[in-house]
């Protein structure tokens, strides 16, 4: 039996993690696959204030602490999905070496 694996999905400036329930409903049925998203800081109803920089300080923590050593996904089954000015975030790690085994990297409509 395959393993199971995971879309981290990094949103886009303005985004309502709300509305995209329906796509990532969606998306998991289509993919057979779980998705995880999160708020970054200043965003939706997280805490602290939207700063240029609280936008990239919490991805690492939320695939790390989260994802790998909390839900226990392999790095190798962890597909990064950045739309938008979250496509930064999704470069971010795949560019970094402790990352570069991931499953894949999807840009939608990046702003970089």
Do not use: W
């Not at 990094?10 to 409903?25: K, Q």
């Not at 998306?27 to 990239?56: N, P, R, W």
């Not at 909390?70 to 950045?82: A, M, S, V």
């Amino acid at each position: 039996m395959n393993e199971p694996y995971l879309i981290f999905y990094f949103h886009e400036n303005g985004t309502d993690l709300l509305r995209l329930v329906p796509f990532f409903i969606d998306l998991s049925s289509q993919m057979k696959c779980d998705i995880i998203s999160y708020d970054y800081m200043g965003f939706g109803c997280s805490s602290g204030k939207a700063k240029f920089d609280t936008f990239f300080s919490n991805k690492e923590i939320a695939l790390e602490t989260f994802a790998i050593s909390y839900l226990k996904y392999k790095i190798e089954n962890i597909l990064l999905y950045g739309k938008g000015l979250g496509a930064m975030n999704a470069i971010s790690l795949a560019s970094n070496e402790k990352y570069q085994s991931c499953k894949g990297l999807i840009l939608c409509m990046p702003i970089i």
